[in-house]
């Protein structure tokens, strides 16, 4: 079978995108791991198909690399710039995930505004902070990040008896001048460090505001900067929660299964 594709990257995430609005394509867990290796596929942290939904524009499906389902902040952002590719939607659009429905706005070609559900629960765990933007993330503050393990560290925290069965994404972050933070993740479902994250961007600039950092606050990943907006309650949660950041596409394809 032949498959048209897209191929996205966001602040360095990637991603290999189906528009499956016919319900046509469905692969399977093994098909999804083959098409995202960097060596023997396409190359990504994952896939993302963009599919009609009765009740609101479109609904993307993420699926990691492993073949689980999550929220993707960038792979989102992706799916509206690629429904806008598609001329789905123009400006604003309310599309549904798998956490429920989302607002976004594409402020212009490539750059895309994206609304986070409230964050209702903020837990420490010890001197880390835990909180789900969508995923689940851990966030840990650190110096010298440039050379921090975080692959080592990441996959500690990842597959820590705290976060049995599911596991958490684990995030580093470095405190900068200018209400500027710059972060690295270790992602679950992907297992290794990725260059970016948008729901982990999110908890950093969140558990950041913990810390003297307010709204927007400005975080860079090793792939690019994203931009965190949100509004705290005097409980410690968080509403208004906005991603913004780049969605690009790379190059349109066709592939065999």
Do not use: W
């Amino acid at each position: 079978m032949k498959l048209s594709f897209y191929k996205y990257q966001a602040a360095g995430n990637d991603f290999v995108c189906f528009d499956n609005r016919a319900g046509d394509v469905n692969l399977t867990t093994d098909q999804i791991g083959r098409l995202c290796d960097r060596r023997f596929g396409v190359g990504a942290d994952g896939v993302i198909y963009v599919e009609r939904d009765a009740n609101y524009d479109f609904y993307v499906r993420y699926f990691n690399a492993d073949g689980t389902q999550s929220l993707c902040g960038n792979g989102s952002r992706s799916a509206v710039d690629l429904a806008a590719h598609l001329k789905l939607v123009a400006g604003k659009t309310i599309f549904n995930a798998y956490d429920g429905p989302h607002e976004a706005t594409v402020i212009s070609p490539g750059l895309i505004r994206m609304q986070i559900h409230d964050v209702k629960h903020v837990e420490r765990k010890g001197d880390d902070y835990f909180m789900n933007t969508g995923s689940p993330h851990n966030v840990r503050f650190v110096t010298g990040l440039p050379q921090y393990p975080v692959f080592e560290e990441g996959r500690k925290i990842r597959y820590s008896p705290l976060y049995n069965p599911t596991g958490t994404n684990a995030n580093f972050v470095e405190l900068l001048p200018d209400n500027t933070i710059a972060f690295r993740i270790y992602e679950r479902g992907v297992e290794e460090e990725t260059l970016s994250s948008g729901t982990g961007a999110t908890a950093c600039a969140l558990a950041a505001s913990f810390v003297g950092y307010h709204s927007p606050v400005r975080v860079q990943s090793r792939g690019g900067q994203l931009e965190v907006e949100f509004k705290r309650r005097q409980d410690g949660t968080f509403y208004d929660i906005y991603v913004t950041g780049p969605a690009k596409m790379v190059f349109q394809g066709s592939l065999e299964l």
